[in-house]
Antibody, heavy 121, light 108 residues
Framework: EVQLVQSGAEVKKSGESLRISCKGS????????IAWVRQMPGKSLEWMGT????????RYNPSFQGQVTISADKSSSTVFLQWSSLRASDTAVYFC???????????????WGQGTLVTVS | SSELTQDPAVSVALGQTVTITCRGD??????ANWCQQKLGQAPVPVIF???NRPSGIPDRFSGSGSGATASLTVTGAQAEDEAVYYC???????????FGGGTKLTVL
């Protein structure tokens, strides 16, 4: 069974650093892209970036480039989302999701993590 | 443009049919996908690649589309279908995923 299990909720202060994680299991982890998606309170979903754990090829949404760092550890089947200096505006739920390609090269998500609530005061 | 536009809310009587629409330039090139999100939960895929249902999704959910418009139809809506539905696709630039603003479906 494919699963993406995320780390638990975090409460941090502005200026602090943070790394949250997403552990994949039940599939060939290195060979599937993983995306991070932000959902601010009461808002829609926003794609932040995607990483291919096999070679750590990473693509960022320009809106998030420089604000976060996405990384992966193949040995532990885990993808990370990291901030060096949090802001109150980073308060949101963060989802990881497994991104797939269709035969016509469109993208879709077939599995989502349960979400990690990050609260920054 | 890298935006997808959805109506904020629609309602349907129990057992009736409802269509949720999504518009955006990226849909002319890439297939639309739909996910369902209930309050406090992670999104659940309901349609991918324009009209494919993941395993376990009831066949009352179907997708369609033409040009820059995609639709999600729920035929015979049930109380448990009440949720926010997001469309999304590959962005026109080719590197991103882009999401619509979501449509809140109320089943009366």
């Amino acid at each position: 069974e494919v699963q993406l299990v995320q780390s638990g909720a975090e409460v941090k202060k502005s200026g602090e650093s943070l790394r949250i994680s997403c552990k994949g299991s039940g599939y060939d982890f290195p060979n599937y892209w993983i995306a991070w998606v932000r959902q601010m309170p009461g808002k829609s979903l926003e794609w932040m970036g995607t990483i291919f754990p096999g070679d750590s090829d990473t693509r960022y949404n320009p809106s998030f480039q420089g604000q976060v760092t996405i990384s992966a550890d193949k040995s532990s089947s885990t993808v990370f989302l990291q901030w060096s200096s949090l802001r109150a505006s980073d308060t949101a739920v963060y989802f990881c999701a497994r991104r797939r390609n269709t035969a016509t090269n469109s993208y879709y998500v077939d599995y989502w993590g349960q979400g990690t609530l990050v609260t920054v005061s | 443009s890298s935006e997808l536009t959805q109506d904020p809310a629609v309602s349907v009587a129990l057992g009736q049919t409802v269509t949720i629409t999504c518009r955006g330039d990226s849909l002319a090139r890439y297939s639309a996908n739909w996910c369902q999100q209930k309050l406090g939960q992670a999104p659940v895929p309901v349609i991918f690649g324009k009209n494919n249902r993941p395993s376990g999704i009831p066949d009352r959910f179907s997708g369609s589309g033409s040009g820059a418009t995609a639709s999600l139809t729920v035929t015979g809506a049930q109380a448990e279908d009440e949720a926010v539905y997001y469309c999304y696709s590959r962005d026109s630039s080719g590197n991103h995923l882009v999401f619509g603003g979501g449509t809140k479906l109320t089943v009366l």
